[in-house]
């Protein structure tokens, strides 16, 4: 089980998180801790709890802490509003993108930036910095223009918020079944780009149902969550022990 007391090393610490939805308790009392520059992934079959404990973490309000607290860059994030949480580094790729007709991703990620700063960014220097980032993807520049995931493919979406990760630089990237829907080129694409991103001040909170994509992205530890709870963490065996054995694997030791 992974720990739960707070360091300087850790950026987030979940501790002891019960969470309801329209008053049906979700999580039962979450315990996780992710440390800077770790990628560390949640597995767990549909329904255990893996979305419920991205988008609280976020600061959805449809989610309910009832008991536990977040603990964010050792700050008591519990409270906190989403644009708060996001301010404060934390960011959140999410499963099912939204559309924003009418906004360019351009000026959709300029927002995004000025809200971080004290003072805005110069456009020529924002607009440098964001073409930067679009050849390092090798990314077309005529993407930023395009309205936000309107009309984007499943993969167009995802390399998008590869793309607002890049810029952004959070402190923690949630990541919420990105592999979802797609292909396996679009799988390889989107992994190398978060490659890309991983490095000594970037921890990574990888969901995932699948392992197809713990085989781009090498995970630092594997927690199993299943009925609301980490009930097994592990190194990156864990991961190849679920995709021979599946989840019964777990639920086995679970009842023992």
């Given amino acids: 089980m992974s720990t739960n007391k707070a360091s300087k090393t850790n950026i987030l610490v979940i501790e002891d998180l019960h969470v309801e939805v329209e008053g049906k308790e979700i999580l039962h009392g979450v315990n996780l801790s992710v440390p800077k520059g770790?990628?560390?992934?949640?597995?767990g079959p549909n329904g255990s709890g893996k979305s419920t404990l991205a988008n609280t973490l976020m600061g959805h309000p449809r989610y309910k802490i009832t008991k536990g607290k977040i603990i964010f860059d050792n700050q008591?994030?519990?409270?906190?509003l989403p644009d708060e949480r996001s301010v404060k580094g934390l960011f959140l790729a999410s499963q099912y993108?939204?559309?924003?007709?009418?906004?360019?991703?351009?000026?959709?990620?300029?927002?995004?930036?000025?809200a971080r700063l004290e003072e805005e960014m110069p456009l020529m220097e924002f607009r440098k910095m964001v073409n930067d980032h679009m050849d390092t993807l090798g990314m077309d520049r005529e993407?930023?223009?395009?309205?936000?995931?309107?009309?984007?493919?499943g993969g167009e979406k995802k390399r998008s918020e590869i793309l607002q990760m890049a810029v952004l630089r959070p402190s923690l990237a949630i990541m919420d079944e990105t592999d979802s829907g797609l292909d396996i080129d679009a799988l390889r694409i989107v992994s190398d780009g978060v490659n890309q991103?991983?490095?000594?001040?970037?921890?990574?909170?990888?969901?995932t149902h699948y392992t197809r994509?713990?085989?781009?992205?090498?995970?630092?530890?594997?927690?199993?969550?299943?009925?609301?709870?980490i009930v097994k963490s592990g190194g990156p065996k864990l991961a190849h022990?679920?995709?021979?054995?599946?989840?019964?694997?777990?639920?086995q030791e679970k009842d023992d």
């Fill in 38 to 43: 770790q990628v560390h992934a949640v597995m």
């Fill in 76 to 80: 008591d994030i519990s409270l906190l």
């Fill in 97 to 114: 993108p939204t559309e924003i007709p009418g906004v360019t991703l351009i000026n959709f990620i300029r927002q995004m930036v000025n």
């Fill in 143 to 153: 993407f930023a223009t395009r309205y936000v995931n309107t009309g984007f493919s």
């Fill in 197 to 207: 991103l991983i490095g000594p001040d970037m921890g990574v909170l990888l969901i």
């Fill in 213 to 229: 994509i713990l085989e781009y992205i090498d995970p630092t530890v594997v927690n199993v969550m299943m009925d609301g709870q």
């Fill in 241 to 251: 022990d679920l995709e021979t054995h599946g989840y019964d694997l777990v639920r």
